[in-house]
Nanobody, 122 residues
Framework: QVQLVDSGGGLVQAGGSLRLSCTAS????????IDWFRQAPGKEREFLAG????????YYADSVKGRFTISRDNAQNTVYLQMNSLRSEDTAVYYC???????????????WGKGTLVTVSS
């Protein structure tokens, strides 16, 4: 079993940057693909970015491609989401999730963090 703790959210002005972290417990972290999702009030949970087991593959939603970068450090059991050029529409609760295989559907995730709130002021 994997437990995920997502952190790093906060209040930032439009155009600014934040780096989110997703830290996992357990020795099998490198066996999991890690994705980031977000959910804004009144909206469905939205896939943002994913990274494969050793970090060799990454994939992004069109809405964040070129602005967000996902990376991982398996020695630290941590995945990062660097978010640049933030916009007011990026305001949401951000979640990391773990799955055995790459995918972009929240139904395919096996484990979830509890979320971290990102608020972008205009």
């Amino acid at each position: 079993q994997v437990q995920l703790v997502d952190s790093g959210g906060g209040l930032v002005q439009a155009g600014g940057s934040l780096r989110l972290s997703c830290t996992a417990s357990g020795r099998t972290f490198s066996s999991y693909v890690i994705d980031w999702f977000r959910q804004a009030p009144g909206k469905e949970r939205e896939f943002l970015a994913g990274i494969t087991w050793n970090g060799g593959g990454t994939y992004y939603a069109d809405s964040v491609k070129g602005r967000f970068t996902i990376s991982r450090d398996n020695a630290q059991n941590t995945v990062y989401l660097q978010m640049n050029s933030l916009r007011s529409e990026d305001t949401a609760v951000y979640y990391c999730a773990a799955a055995l295989l790459p995918g972009t559907s929240f139904n395919g995730m096996n484990y979830w963090g509890k979320g971290t709130l990102v608020t972008v002021s205009s």
